[in-house]
């Protein structure tokens, strides 16, 4: 038989001649790249950070953890016990363009493996199947009273429910905001993500027939909204809520406020005030709640970090290219060259 062999093939790969290539750095290569990432780095942070700076932001905590807050009556509410206060505040500067209102929570760690875990992606997309028999991985918020729930998980039990409302207020009368509900959710997961069980549209109380609501949540999923297209599992809350955030302090686009003409800002500076139906505990976990009202830019919303990562590194580049420089003229001219002795 033939003789076997450990030796490898004589192949350019096996026998490593594949041809390389390896940068040689001197001070003619390496000096002009530290200057034009310098050059090209800094202006970009400058503008980006400029640009940052140029949005509109304003945020309100309403937790009422301090005694003199108007929610503070309602710091120790619970599910089933709703609670109503009023925040009045005022906008030194008017918001031009069109504006986007949030909600933020601190210390609340949806980063959490076995929280993110907690859903049923099959039933939120409207399997029939998996309405009535959820993924354990939704335990123990899989069924209630021998009925399964919908929507399953701990995610969906614990969605955000305060309701916010804004008010202009202008020689002692209140004018309300028009608010818009719709299209603050992403269009993949209106559209491909989330959908509700398969049937009569029509009658989603037919469709969640046999099932129960989550045992936080005062109404069932199919009373989420009076407009067919954003009820049940469609419902854009709900959708945003369900895209659960990375770190545990963290905001979520509750409203739109569209911008009515080019004449008017969409937000004057003035007063204003803002109802709140507090509903969401938060004091249990010492948590905060906020309403923000931003505008945004062409990079997104307010965020100075990646101008400010923009300057430093080009101002490092910058600095470590001028260092090089005055050492390569002080140093890089000197003969290296020894004579070696007889």
Not at 22 to 45: E, K, S, W
Request: hydrophobic share 35%; charged share 20%.
């Amino acid at each position: 038989g033939a003789v076997k062999t450990r030796k490898p093939d004589n192949t350019a790969f096996k026998q490593q001649r594949l041809p390389a290539w390896q940068p040689i750095l001197t001070a003619g290569t390496v000096l002009p790249a530290f200057f034009i990432i310098g050059l090209i780095f800094i202006p970009i942070g400058i503008g980006i950070f400029v640009t940052s700076n140029n949005i509109r932001e304003y945020e309100i905590d309403y937790t009422g953890v301090e005694p003199s807050s108007p929610c503070n009556k309602c710091l120790n509410v619970s599910w089933d016990t709703p609670c109503t206060c009023t925040i009045n505040f005022t906008l030194e500067h008017s918001f031009e363009s069109n504006v986007f209102m949030y909600y933020g929570l601190s210390n609340f760690y949806q980063n959490h493996r076995r929280y993110v875990k907690s859903r049923d992606d099959s039933q939120l997309n409207g399997d029939n199947g998996s309405l009535l028999n959820p993924s354990k991985e939704c335990e123990p918020y899989r069924t209630n009273e021998d009925k399964p729930i919908a929507p399953c998980g701990a995610i969906a039990n614990s969605m955000f429910n305060d309701t916010l409302q804004l008010y202009r207020i202008e020689n002692d009368t209140r004018t309300p905001i028009t608010l818009i509900k719709k299209g603050i959710a992403w269009w993949t997961d209106k559209n491909v993500k989330f959908r509700n069980p398969t049937g009569d549209g029509n009658n989603l109380t037919l469709l969640f027939q046999g099932t129960t609501k989550p045992v936080n949540w005062p109404k069932p999923v199919y009373m989420l909204d009076s407009e067919p297209d954003n009820n049940g599992f469609i419902n854009e809350d709900f959708i945003v809520w369900m895209r659960t955030a990375a770190l545990p302090t963290f905001r979520k686009l509750y409203r739109l406020i569209e911008r009515k003409n080019n004449l008017q800002p969409t937000l004057q500076a003035g007063k204003y005030s803002l109802d709140i139906a507090y509903n969401y505990p938060v004091y249990s976990f010492d948590g905060r709640k906020r309403m923000i009202l931003s505008t945004i830019s062409w990079m997104g919303g307010k965020n100075p970090f990646l101008g400010i990562a923009y300057i430093t590194v080009g101002s490092i580049c910058f600095f470590l290219g001028v260092v090089l420089l005055i050492i390569h003229h002080k140093y890089g001219n000197r003969n290296t060259s020894a004579d070696i002795p007889n």
